[in-house]
């Protein structure tokens, strides 16, 4: 946690199992931290204190080996409110959706067997659409760094509650950043694995076929030991794969960076100066780095809002949206989906050949040069205000750099970048090919050490 018990779920968890922290003393800290924050919308739904309690005294009273064989032993998490768990309600952001399932996720059960502690669902751009953090009718999670500025979306409430020190990792989902953004927004890690990682089973999806849970920690060590946790083949899951990641490339690895010229920061010289930083930081720990042309990829970012993609939302909620008219939803994301019905099937078989076309591309042009790319989180962060006035702009328009990952299905990992010159944090992002998670999580921390 943030000025916590324990920097890390590694100190964490081996304080608890030796005995040195008891995990009553963890759940009282946790409850403490929920009361400090109530005025924020950070979680939909939370669990009762006499339940917290409950799970801290069933852990305390297992045998000693058994709670060192437990990797999150009294960790606490918390996991977006698309994400079932058994007894409490999903909601997705809609009440109306609301439903309370009997059977928990694949990933958070493989979370609670290895002894973490869950303490809520958590807040998000309604159906799991947007990069604001503004589209909830829960409320609007608040950037702990400014009441300003966007917390970013669609898994705010996740990172807030990762960047408040009430938990020490969370579970968030991404299909077009929205495990990435807001970390970057909240100077926390945020990692979106190789689509198919991590399983779905029990999520309710924005965009299935790209969609992933993300992870959100306060460094890379913290999401790789999650990561050992929750991944694993899922038989219910037709997108789930077993990890098979390549190692630390052999030498030096190159990384990809964005050419000098080019200018997707809408402007802010401030977010501009911050990855110009980031890179010669990266350089300076001895890696080559290569400019690349990003146009390829800035068009299939692209393609996640201005095409035929968003008709993949319509197929998931397109029959509720015209069944339940008089729900209560946030306006922007229904009018997207309604409006997404709109693309035909020839459009979507278009947008896929000029998909593939441009994966051929970036193989040919980038990533026969490259190992791994370095480009900004986003191109800037978003005032409150500035997004009020344009909801879809100041959604769309954040995704320049994340939105391609989850098309391509590569693994990509926000990590803090310092602090911009007018106060506020920064994120940097890798990404790597698919199936080189275990890699790209090691160079990540390599920059963040």
Not at 171 to 187: E, K, M, Q, V, Y
Not at 250 to 258: E, H, I, Q
Not at 315 to 329: C, M, Q
Not at 356 to 364: I, N, P, S, V
Request: glycine share 8%.
């Amino acid at each position: 946690m943030n000025q916590s018990l324990a920097p890390t779920i590694r100190d964490l968890a081996r304080k608890a199992a030796t005995g040195a922290l008891h995990p009553l003393t963890i759940v009282d800290e946790v409850l403490h931290r929920l009361e400090h924050h109530k005025a924020n919308p950070i979680f939909i739904s939370t669990v009762s204190p006499e339940a917290l309690r409950q799970r801290a005294e069933e852990l305390a009273a297992l045998p000693p080996e058994t709670r060192a064989a437990l990797p999150l032993y009294g960790v606490p998490f918390a996991v977006k409110d698309n994400i079932d768990v058994a007894g409490m309600p999903t909601t997705a952001g809609c009440p109306e959706f609301a439903y309370t399932p009997t059977k928990t996720a694949f990933v958070v059960e493989r979370l609670l067997a290895a002894g973490a502690v869950l303490v809520g669902k958590c807040n998000l751009d309604q159906f799991a659409t947007g990069l604001t953090g503004m589209r909830s009718v829960y409320g609007s999670p608040v950037n702990p760094y400014s009441a300003d500025h966007v917390s970013g979306g669609s898994s705010s409430g996740s990172a807030v509650a990762v960047a408040c020190g009430i938990v020490n990792f969370s579970l968030g989902t991404d299909t077009a950043g929205s495990g990435r953004i807001p970390a970057g927004f909240n100077n926390i890690v945020g990692y979106r694995p190789s689509s198919g990682l991590l399983s779905a089973s029990g999520v309710v999806p924005c965009a299935r076929s790209i969609d992933t849970v993300s992870l959100f920690g306060n460094c890379t060590d913290d999401v790789r030991r999650v990561l050992a946790v929750a991944g694993g083949y899922d038989e219910d899951d037709p997108y789930s794969i077993e990890l098979a990641s390549r190692s630390v490339p052999v030498g030096a690895p190159v990384f990809g960076v964005l050419e000098p010229q080019e200018d997707y920061f809408l402007g802010d010289d401030y977010a501009r100066a911050a990855y110009e930083h980031g890179v010669t930081q990266l350089q300076a720990l001895g890696y080559a780095t290569v400019a690349i042309d990003y146009a390829p990829f800035k068009e299939i970012s692209d393609m996640t809002y201005f095409g035929p993609s968003m008709s993949e939302r319509t197929a998931v909620l397109g029959e509720f949206i015209s069944t339940h008219p008089n729900a209560t939803y946030t306006a922007v994301v229904r009018d997207a989906i309604v409006k997404a019905a709109d693309f035909s099937a020839v459009d979507a078989f278009a947008m896929l050949h000029r998909l593939k076309a441009l994966e051929r591309q970036t193989e040919g042009e980038t990533w026969s040069r490259v190992d791994f790319l370095c480009i900004p989180t986003a191109p800037t962060i978003h005032t409150r205000e500035a997004v009020n006035r344009d909801p879809a702009w100041g959604s769309t328009s954040l995704g320049a750099y994340t939105n391609f990952a989850s098309l391509l299905g590569l693994p990509a990992i926000s990590v803090p970048n310092g602090f911009r010159q007018d106060g506020l944090p920064t994120g940097i992002m890798f990404v790597g090919k698919r199936t080189d998670d275990v890699a790209l999580l090691h160079l990540a921390e390599s920059f963040a050490a």
